[in-house]
């Protein structure tokens, strides 16, 4: 089975930063879209934000717009998701997915093929 690793989760203040990883052996990211999914206690997994196969383009659900940052390296077969001025809304497990370069932008949850196990990241208030 393939799979994506993410790392970098943890529990950390409002107003404080983390950096969410995401990396595979498996995976060849520049062939693929990649994405950031979140999923908090009792409500439904959703997109976060994700980077076109080659990075030139990003997408940003409104609600995280100015605080958080995707990158890739594809010659490391890394994401990263730099988060900066952390809110307790953005309490969730965090999930690294990938699908196949030329789907739909940003695809839904559905159209990613593969997925990470997921990282908890906690903001206290």
């Known amino acids: 089975q393939v799979q994506l690793a993410e790392s970098g989760g943890g529990l950390v203040q409002a107003g404080g930063s983390l950096r969410l990883s995401c990396a595979s052996s498996e995976v060849t990211f520049s062939r693929h879209t990649m994405a950031w999914f979140r999923q908090a206690p009792g409500k439904e997994r959703t997109l976060v934000a994700a980077s076109r196969w080659n990075g030139d383009s990003a997408y940003y659900v409104d609600s995280v717009k100015g605080r958080f940052a995707i990158s890739r390296d594809n010659a490391k077969n890394t994401l990263l998701l730099q988060m900066n001025s952390l809110k307790p809304e953005d309490t969730a497990v965090y999930y690294c997915?990938?699908?196949?370069?030329?789907?739909?932008?940003?695809?839904?949850?559905?159209?990613?093929?593969?997925w990470g196990q997921g990282t908890q990241v906690t903001v206290s208030s």
């Open positions: 997915a990938a699908t196949l370069a030329g789907g739909s932008w940003p695809g839904s949850q559905a159209t990613y093929r593969y």
